[in-house]
Each structure stands twice: as C-alpha cells, then as structure tokens.
C-alpha cells in the first residue's frame, strides 16, 4: 500500500488551499442540510415514522455512490478545463431541475402498502440530480487540487480537504436543530436551500476565475503519477469499514426516534457524529489518537452490548451510552481507513468504495433488515462485527486471555437459565422471583462478561466472539411478558404477549416498539372492557360517554388503531371507523386469535381506513362525526404533523356542530401540550384540558394515567364537561403553536427536562 506523505506540522496552506477548502466546505454543508430539510418534508405524509430518515439515508448514501462514481469516471479526461467545464454544466442542469426545492408533484400519494418505493421515487425525482452532481464536488476538488498542486507538501496530502468537507457538513447538521428549524418556517428552508445551490455555482466559477488568473497554465497541469494497483482485498476491506458505521449510524437513530419523537432534531445527531469523526480520522493530527479510539471503543462496545435491552432506566443515560458506543467505533473504523488509504491518484477511487460501503451498510439496516428480522437485531449484529475492524494480532493467544474467554461463557449461561427456569416451575414465583427482578439481577453476570470481554480487546476475533454470547445473553432479558410473537413492518416493530395478572387474570398485551400500545383482558367478565389509557374512567373515556349520550347513533374516527379498544365501545347504531397507516397492525387487531375488540366486542361491523390519517381524512365529508380521537403514536414517538394547527383545523372539518376533537397528548418525553393549546388559541376554538392520575386501588392493566385535551367547533359541544373542576379551559401559554410550516421539537424536550 503506498502511503501519502504527510504535510510537516506547523505548515500554514496556501491561499489556493484555501480557496478550496472554501468551496469544498460549502458544497458539504448544502449536502447535509438538504437531507434534514427533506425529511421535514416526507415525514408528515408517512405518519412520522423512524423508516422515514433510515430510508432516505439509503437514498442519500445511493446518490452519492452516483456522484463519487461520476468524480471518478470524471478523471479519465485529462484536461482539467474540460473537467470544470462539464461539471459547471451539469450543476447548472441540475439546478434548473428542481428549483424550487420541494416535493415533486410527480410522485403523488404515498402508497402505505409499499412505503420504500414510493419514498425512494419522491427523493429521486425531487431532489436526485442536485444531490449526486453536489455530492461530487468535494472529491473532484481533491482531485483538482492534488494536479494543481502537484510537487509540493500539501499537493502530496489532498486528504486534509476531506476534513474541510466533513466541517461543513457537521456545521450544517449542529446549525439544523439549533438555528434553522427553531428560526425558519419549512417554505423559508427549501427557498433558502435553493438561493445557497445558485450561490454555490457562482463560488466555483469564481475559484475557477481566481485559479486561472493566478495561472494560466494551471488547468493544463498534468495527471498525477500512478501509484500501485489496489488489490481486490484491499478494496473489501474499505467496503466493510465504511459499511460498519454506516448501519450502525440508522441503529442509533431508530433507537432515539421510537421513544421520543421522529424528528430531524434527533435524526442529525447521529449523522453529526458520523462525520465528525471522519474529520478526526482525516485531520493532520487527529485530536483522539487511535490508540485512544480503541481503548474507549471496546469498552463502551462492551457494555452497550450487556446494557442492549434496557429501555426503561434513565434515558439520558441510555441515550449518551447508545451515542458513545456509535460514536468511538465509527471513529475507530475511520481511522483505521485513514491509515489505508491510497495515494492522491487513487483518491476518487478510495471514495468511491468508502460511498459503495455507506450504501451496502444503509441499505441492510434500513431495507433488508426489516425483511428478514422480526425484531431489530442488526443493531447488536453490526456492533458486535464492529469488533473485527479492530487490529488483529498474529502472536500466539496467551493464558490469561484463553481464562478471560473462558470466563464469559458460564456468565452469558446465567440469563437463559434463570428465565428458563421461571418460566418453566412456579417454584421460583413462589419464593419471591417475579419476571422484574430476574431481570434486575442478570445485569450483574452480564457486568462481569463485559469486563471479561475488555480484558481480550487486543485480539479483534476474541473480542467478537466475546460481544457476540453477551448479546445473546442479553437478549434473554427482551423477552418482556415472555413474548409470544413478534412482527414488523416498515412502521416499526410490534409484539404480543401474554401474561398473568393478579386481580384480573391472564391479559394480552400489545407492545410498540418499547411501549405499551394496549391489552385485552382474557377473562370473560373483563375481555370486553376498554384498559389502560382507554377505559371508562379516563378521560378518554369520559369523551365516549358524553358523545353516546348525546344519540344513539354516534359516528367515531379514531386515528390510530392499537388493539381496537375503541370498538368496544361501539353499539349496534354506531358508526366506528379506525384511521390506521400500518396494514400490519390492523392485520393484528382484526385477528381474533391475537386480540378481539373489534371480532368480539364490537356491536357490528367496523371500518379501517388504512393511510395517514392527514391524507385520508381528506376524502371524509365534513361535519361527518360525532367523536374523532387522535392517538395516533409510533411506540412513544409524538407525530408533530397531527398536532399543528393545520391538523387541527382538518380534523375540526370533519366534526359536527357538537362534536368533539380528543387530541391523547400523554407522553415521556416531549412537553406537546403547550403548543398544542397555543393551536387552540390561534384557531379561537373553545378546548377542555385534563390530566387524569390512575388509581392506585384498580386492578392492574384496567386504567392508565391520561392526559388529553378536547375541543369541539363550538362551545355548546363542551357543556357536559363544565361540571367537572378537572377539566380546565383558558389556560395561557407562551409557547408558538406548530404549524405544517414550523415544528420546535427541540423547545418540547427542553420544557419536559425542565418540568421533570
């Protein structure tokens, strides 16, 4: 492998470097920032789910495999004027293509039923051209820059402008969440956007105008000497390192989103993260050594691995360890690659298999995963194979690590024997074991497996094979309610189970992602009595009372299906329809084998419309319903777009004169209800606010704490609330409403960090 020469420290680049650096890093932070802005655009029309940004990203990481692909092709001209020509064309072509920003009208409705290919279509024909043509800038300016400045130090090391390029993108992604979505409505985003692609133009033709007055000769410099051919092995390898972070990076996002909100506040974390450490690694002097990297590395690896399955401690806790592990093995693979990488005439040719791994990696996390997993194992996988892109040592194993191995292997037994050996004899119940504290307690043997597994951290395959039992170990303590079946689709992955439960006997449990999402009671005097957030004693509750008794036929909508509690409400002059976007979990709630509100319970037939409910409602007639309840949540994640004031507006058409709007806001994570009020205030629509504590004396699983605020288009729909204290109406707030336009989801969390 021939190995650039680096530039001596302390070496101030030159002006031309500079200027490259410039336009390098400009073309970078148009990149980024436009993912983000499109996912603000997809994300309301496929229900706010998580699959969203996992699948664009392939898109994205597809697009620039295009563009790297077309820098390299591109290096086969030898004239650098002819280069800079056809590249100013095509960015000019591609600017013309799409401006405005925005979704092509081309693409029409989002088909539910196949999400993937319809969202890979709207990017593509939206937003593809610009992106691949931009994505190319920054190798091909290496390039440039390597024959332009060929024969001096920082010619031999064009790699420093790949740092350059990875700052802008990193600027461009911390500027989203803190400055650009807070600050800009989403029209102001894409016409911004869109103004900075044209500007971008002018700055090359501009570096052009500078290099050739500078020079005149300078676009005649000759091609770089060959180097070595690059093996096929070596080539691989760069596959598989750039492949590892890439799937790691759409792991961590999915775990962020499915507990707090799908959002691009929360989807740039990750990929800042990404890109920071490509600017690490490729940087003249790195700030974190590698020898640093992989100390850090293993043992974060080691116990995110022991710590995978628990969702329910503190979530700051969880959510620095997830984005530390990513954080140091991403940095450890790019560190590595920037240890082989090949000299400035292979430099197109590196990038281009570095984007081929960033695809291959996306696309088994965000595609094939889902099609072949019923639960999200990838995550695990790929950080356990992590641990194989850590150096491999050729010397004999020695003792002690043969006895650090050997040690894991009775500790990782510990897990499946103790939940095997509750779920098999009730002696264990018996003697005080409940499901809750064998859990609490195998953390302890899967602590000291992950010691162990730093102790052979040197010995990549050791190592691996080390993370590999403890996540099997770990795994042992996901089967929560000892889950009887699990499914997934592109909306996230769903459970049931069953369980016993003291006073009211065996429940069927329906888990999104790491929430609840309903039960069914299986005992006859309670199978047909609404639970948890549902029951009759909730708010939620309170709404169907009012409404059935106002008439005899009332006409329901509920976004979002769940277990179909809501259709044992229903009675034989009732009109119920379920607006739900997942086909799987309508699959689920129909079958009376898994749950059997609707089969069962319901007094006559029920509809489901299946779609995103801001799309489908659209087709409904308005003044059409009596009660339209809005509880339309992917695990704990709150899908902003049906709470602006737009939603709200759309969801008020359909009701009649009286009727009322049950907007479910209850949540951990996020503080939604102010902007929701402040909606209610800008619409002048009269609204009932209520926070409903379970009691303490009902049975388990029967009722859930609820908070809800309704509305209704006038103020005689909310008399039957009034004599309640409970329910409270003129509450101020200072917080702007949301709109289809602006979204503050960072503001939520903030106002939820400070309550708690």
């Known amino acids: 492998m021939t190995e650039t020469t680096a530039v001596p420290q302390g070496s101030k680049p030159s002006p031309i470097a500079l200027l490259f650096a410039m336009a390098i890093f400009t073309s970078a932070a148009l990149v980024f920032s436009v993912q983000p802005i499109m996912g603000r655009v997809l994300l309301p029309l496929l229900g706010g789910s998580p699959a969203v940004w996992n699948t664009s990203m392939v898109f994205f990481q597809a697009a620039l495999l295009v563009g790297y692909g077309y820098a390299h092709l591109l290096q086969r001209v030898r004239s650098l004027k002819v280069q800079a020509g056809i590249h100013l064309g095509l960015l000019g072509l591609a600017l013309i293509s799409f401006w405005p920003l925005g979704l092509s009208e081309l693409v029409g409705l989002p088909d539910t039923h196949r999400p993937i290919p319809w969202l890979l279509a709207a990017l593509a024909l939206s937003v593809g051209a610009p992106f691949a043509v931009l994505s190319a800038t920054a190798p091909l300016l290496q390039a440039w820059f390597a024959r332009i400045r060929q024969g001096t130090e920082e010619g031999d090391n064009p790699y420093v402008l790949y740092a350059a390029s990875n700052i802008g993108s990193f600027a461009a992604l911390i500027a989203y969440p803190a400055l650009i979505e807070p600050i800009a409505g989403l029209s102001l985003q894409t016409m911004g956007w869109s103004v900075g692609f044209g500007l971008f133009i002018l700055l090359i033709l501009g570096l052009a105008a500078v290099v050739w007055r500078g020079d005149r000769g300078v676009f005649e410099a000759p091609a770089l000497v060959a180097s070595a051919p690059i093996t096929w092995r070596q080539r691989l390898v760069w596959v598989g390192m750039a492949a590892v972070p890439t799937s790691l990076m759409l792991g961590v996002t999915t775990y962020l989103s499915v507990d707090v909100a799908s959002a691009p506040f929360l989807w740039v974390m990750p990929l800042a993260l990404y890109l920071l450490t490509f600017v690490i690694a490729f940087s003249r002097r790195p700030a974190i050594p590698l020898t640093a990297t992989l100390v850090a590395q293993a043992a974060a690896a080691a116990v995110c691995t022991a710590l995978m399955q628990l969702t329910n401690g503190e979530w700051a806790m969880l959510f620095f360890l997830h984005l530390g592990t990513f954080f140091f093995t991403a940095l450890m693979c790019h560190q590595r690659l920037a240890e082989l990488k090949p000299a400035p005439d292979r430099l197109t040719e590196f990038f281009l298999w570095l984007s081929l791994g960033g695809v291959l990696g996306g696309a088994f996390t965000a595609l094939l995963a889902p099609a072949v997993f019923q639960t999200v194992i990838e995550y695990p996988l790929v950080l356990c194979l992590a641990a194989l892109a850590r150096p491999w040592a050729r010397t004999r194993l020695k003792r002690d690590e043969i006895l650090w191995l050997a040690a894991i292997v009775p500790l990782c037994l510990i897990p499946p024997l103790m939940f095997w050996w509750l779920g098999a004899d009730a002696r264990p119940h018996q003697a005080g074991l409940t499901w809750d504290l064998a859990r609490g307690i195998v953390y302890f043997p899967l602590a000291a497996a992950a010691i162990c597994a730093f102790m052979v951290r040197d010995r990549a395959r050791l190592f691996f094979l080390a993370l590999s039992l403890i996540a099997l170990a770990a795994a042992q303590i996901g089967v929560r309610y000892d889950w009887t079946e699990s499914g997934r689709s592109f909306f996230g992955v769903v459970r049931r189970a069953d369980v016993n439960f003291n006073q009211i006997g065996p429940v069927r449990i329906l888990m999104h992602g790491t929430t609840l999402h309903g039960a069914q009671a299986q005992a006859p005097e309670w199978r047909c009595r609404p639970g948890l957030y549902y029951a009759p004693t909730t708010p939620i509750g309170e709404t169907v009372i009012v409404t059935q008794n106002r008439t005899a036929n009332a006409v329901m909508g509920v976004v979002g299906e769940g277990t179909g509690s809501m259709a044992a409400y229903k009675r034989a002059g009732d009109d119920l329809t379920f607006f739900e976007i997942d086909p799987l979990v309508d699959r689920w709630a129909r079958d009376p084998e898994r749950f059997s509100y609707i089969s069962d319970c319901a007094d006559g037939p029920v509809r489901t419309v299946i779609g995103d409910a801001r799309l489908t409602l659209r087709n409904e007639p308005s003044g059409t319903y009596d009660l339209l309840l809005v509880d339309a949540f992917s695990s704990d994640a709150v899908p902003t777009h049906m709470l602006t004031v737009e939603a709200i507006r759309e969801f008020l058409r359909v009701l009649k004169p009286e009727g009322l709007l049950v907007l479910h806001l209850s949540n951990r994570n996020l503080e939604i209800t102010s902007p929701t009020l402040a909606a209610a205030h800008q619409l002048g629509v009269p ?69 708690d």
């Open 687 to 755: 609204y009932r606010h209520k926070i409903y504590g379970e009691n303490p004396d009902a049975p388990q699983m029967t009722e859930s704490s609820t908070e809800v605020l309704v509305l209704s288009p006038t103020a005689a729909g909310l008399v039957a609330f009034d004599i309640d204290p409970r329910w409270r109406g003129n509450i101020t707030t200072d917080t702007a409403p949301w709109t289809d336009d602006y979204v503050n989801l960072f503001g939520a969390l903030v106002r939820e960090a400070r309550a």
